[in-house]
């Protein structure tokens, strides 16, 4: 069993940053596949990132690439979702998943946070 929690979300103007966290217990993250999603209000939850349980493969939704960067800390098993250059578009509630696949689909990451609110403002 893995128990994900995510902190770090808050308000903050368009081009500001912040940092979000996914604090894993029950497995260490460097042997599972991480995923960050996101869903906003009145649309389904969109793929923003994903880290290989290696560590060495990332992949981003086109619409954060550049912007957004994936890590992890294997000593406080925790992954991090760097959000640079935000836009108002960026507001949602985002998810830190986990998972023995990873890649972009939801349904193969078997454990989910609880998420946590990010807002934009223009």
């Known amino acids: 069993q893995v128990t994900l929690a995510e902190s770090g979300g808050g308000l903050v103007q368009a081009g500001g940053s912040l940092r979000l966290s996914c604090a894993a217990s029950?497995?260490?993250?460097?042997?599972?596949?991480m995923g960050w999603f996101r869903q906003s209000s009145g649309k389904e939850r969109e793929f923003v990132g994903a880290?290989?349980?290696?560590?060495?493969?990332?992949l981003y939704a086109d619409s954060v690439k550049g912007r957004f960067t994936i890590s992890r800390d294997d000593v406080t098993n925790t992954v991090y979702l760097q959000m640079n250059s935000l836009k108002p578009e960026d507001t949602a509630v985002y998810y830190c998943a986990a998972g023995y696949s990873g890649g972009p689909l939801a349904h193969k990451y078997g454990y989910w946070g609880q998420g946590t609110q990010v807002t934009v403002s223009s």
């Open positions: 029950g497995r260490t993250v460097f042997s599972l596949a």
């Open positions: 880290l290989s349980w290696s560590g060495d493969g990332t």
